[in-house]
Nanobody, 123 residues
Framework: QEQLVESGGGSVQAGESLRLSCVAN???????????VGWFRQAPGAERERVAS???????QYADAFKGRFTISRDNSKNTRYLQMNSLKPDDTAMFYC??????????????WGQGTQVTVSS
């Protein structure tokens, strides 16, 4: 069964870092590499917002609010995409989700989502 499994969340202090992982279980490597993979987050009471994405060719895109602090990367041998988050702030507290779609502008309409991993940043 194909599924996306996020991990790496936790509780940290402001200024610290976390690296989130999104593992594509049950996917062949070839299939997973055909997708654009994105990271979204949703804070309590807020709408889900896009953080970053990586296309099949490795091209990355970041929402302005995260440029310079967050970095998306991949390890195709492990069917995994990462989100390195540095200089975390209390406002970064949210559930973080991994999502795949055939195109990077299709996440909302046609994305396949993981269950999420919680990030909590205290001051």
């Amino acid at each position: 069964q194909e599924q996306l499994v996020e991990s790496g969340g936790g509780s940290v202090q402001a200024g610290e870092s976390l690296r989130l992982s999104c593992v594509a279980n049950g996917y062949t490597s070839t299939k997973f590499q055909t997708f654009c993979v994105g990271w979204f987050r949703q804070a309590p009471g807020a709408e889900r917002e896009r953080v970053a994405s990586m296309g099949r060719d490795g091209t990355t895109q970041y929402a302005d609010a995260f440029k310079g602090r967050f970095t998306i990367s991949r390890d195709n041998s492990k069917n995994t995409r990462y989100l390195q988050m540095n200089s975390l702030k209390p406002d970064d507290t949210a559930m973080f989700y991994c999502v795949t779609a055939l195109r990077c502008d299709w996440f909302t309409a046609y994305g396949y989502w993981g269950q999420g991993t919680q990030v909590t940043v205290s001051s």
